[in-house]
């Protein structure tokens, strides 16, 4: 073996995640950003001539990389230059208009103020916001608080007149603005056509702008083992910051991209693709989010009467439309799909492509599927469709969805991890960051145990085993995508991506992952975070 550029790690209790092995290696070499060997201290050492770097890994546990399969780091990174509307931050609405206020005070007359993360079903105040609140705030600048689900926002009367909404102005396609009773606007615009009729709702950006905040996003990331990454929502300009980062060697982990509906006739042809940059498809968003009861049910919300079931953003012959010329281009779709309904249409739009043009197999992907039922589950597999699964709903909004939005029964299986896995069907699990913070051990936690943030379990059939929810992470999350050859597993040939932690996430013993702390963080044989 050729030993030039080899560097060697020993000392560590390594888990391959490759399949059951007799003896655990406690080494691994890398050379050119793949593996090239694994097996005992001695075995490993024998290849290392003068002059190869040894690491001493003093027996720490050793994982595949993590896989992050849908989020939206350079966005988020952009929003972090906004107030923080989070509950954490602003647990109450006066809290967040003095916050807002604060802003304006040093902020130029007419510049816009914006906010991230507010959720109304979490603040204290247990409601939206209307332009009376944020016109406290301000009236002197257009003000504009994004909903933490990243499907609706709030402005004030400044934003609403730079937009010309009105009460005479009809609702979107697939959008919704909210209305007093006199028809008025209450300045809560529902889904992406809606929020585009004020056109900061999308972060401005230049490929200054864009390189910065990935880079911001990229540290975040690589602290708590991301070594992959899918952003799941990419527009022509986020694309170039993209490529300039990968071009000027900066883009330090592995972006898959799936650019949004119309970019790529915008780019003609994406670039080739490189070791850390890839275009991986294109993003659907066919409906919308429980919490504002947008997502598309096959049964009424409980809480709105037994009458309502949401709605598309995308109308179902629309969507065929989508999915057959992005099918039939050879590229594959990843589409948002909270609820049920919106699985059945594009499970329906993938099944009408695909007998269409039966010589191209591509992983098309759902998005999300929080209420994703057992006959669909099958139907994916037939399709080879795969699922990227925000369990992090569980804690973040199980508590809601069980008293509120779903009822008992349909909350305790949302996000069934257990059922997919059981399926054997592709799968990643995933924060969708901006929405939920990025941080894999913590996701995997909420897998094993489904606690809610009051500390209920919300589903105990849906709970997986510590090995199934790392795999959701690297083996499983690798096949969403088709790249299993490639990444997910600690073997000779594969990239050389892997996390350091301090503890074992898959003793014998329950684990609560989210205790374990990231020491390392590996990308091609290279360390791009250490603690």
């Known amino acids: 073996m050729n030993r030039e550029g080899v560097r060697v790690y020993i000392n560590g209790d390594i888990r391959t995640m490759a399949g059951p092995e007799p003896v655990a290696p406690t080494a691994m070499a890398c050379a050119n950003g793949r593996f090239v060997a694994t097996g005992s201290d001695a075995e490993i050492l024998a290849l290392a001539s003068d002059g190869v770097e040894v690491v001493d890994l003093g027996g720490a546990v050793v994982v595949p990389g993590f896989i992050e399969t849908h989020l939206h780091p350079m966005m988020w990174g952009l929003m972090l230059d906004g107030v923080d509307a989070t509950p954490a931050a602003c647990p109450t609405i006066d809290g967040l208009i003095e916050a807002l206020a604060a802003r304006a005070g040093r902020t130029p007359e007419g510049q816009l103020i914006d906010a991230w993360g507010f959720d109304d079903s979490l603040v204290a105040d247990d409601r939206g916001l209307t332009v009376a609140d944020l016109d406290r705030a301000s009236t002197r600048h257009p003000v504009l608080v994004r909903h933490a689900s990243a499907h609706a926002v709030y402005v004030n009367s400044a934003a609403l007149a730079a937009a ?34 004020f056109p900061d709702s999308v972060p401005r950006m230049d490929l200054e702008r864009g390189r910065q905040a990935m880079l911001r996003a990229q540290e975040a990331m690589a602290r708590v083992g991301v070594t992959s990454f899918h952003d799941m929502f990419v527009t022509a300009e986020m694309y170039a910051a993209y490529r300039r980062l990968d071009a000027d060697g900066d883009l330090r982990l592995r972006a898959r991209l799936y650019l949004a509906h119309g970019v790529h006739d915008q780019l003609v042809e ?15 968003i066919s409906d919308g989010s429980i ?145 939920t913070p990025v941080n894999p051990l913590f996701t995997m936690n909420t897998a094993v145990h489904r606690l809610t943030r009051n500390g209920e379990l919300l589903g105990a059939e849906q709970r997986v085993t510590s090995y199934d929810a790392l795999a959701g992470y690297t083996t499983a999350a690798a096949r969403v995508t088709g790249e299993h050859s490639g990444k997910g597993t600690i073997a000779v040939g594969r990239l050389a991506d892997f996390v350091v932690l301090d503890g074992d996430p898959l003793r014998a013993e329950p684990v609560e992952l989210s205790g374990l702390r990231v020491m390392r963080t590996v990308v091609g044989g290279d360390t791009v975070f250490a603690a």
Request: glycine share 10%.
């Open 270 to 284: 994406p670039a080739d693709p490189t070791d850390h940059l890839v275009v991986g498809g294109v993003k659907l």
């Open 164 to 197: 010309g909404i009105t009460g005479q102005t009809p609702d979107p396609a697939g959008g919704v603005l909210i209305r007093a009773a006199d028809g008025s606007p209450t300045g809560e615009l529902r889904e992406m056509p809606a929020m585009l009729l």
């Open 291 to 435: 919490q504002l009861h947008t997502a598309a049910l096959t049964d009424p919300y409980q809480d709105l009467g037994g009458c309502h079931c949401g709605s598309m953003a995308i109308p179902p012959g629309r969507l065929d439309t989508l999915v057959a010329e992005n099918h039939a281009a050879g590229r594959p779709v990843a589409i948002h799909t909270n609820g049920d309904q919106a699985i059945d249409f594009a499970l329906d739009a993938i099944g009408r492509a695909q007998a269409a043009h039966p010589d191209q197999v591509l992983p098309h992907r759902l998005e999300h599927v929080q209420t994703l039922r057992e006959d669909q589950i099958g139907r994916m597999s037939e399709l080879g469709v795969a699922a990227s699964i925000f369990v992090n709903h569980v804690y973040y909004w199980g508590d809601r969805h069980r008293d509120r939005f779903l009822g008992p029964a349909r909350s305790e299986r949302i996000s069934p991890v257990a059922s997919v896995a059981a399926a054997d069907l592709p799968y990643g699990l995933h924060c969708d960051c901006p929405v």
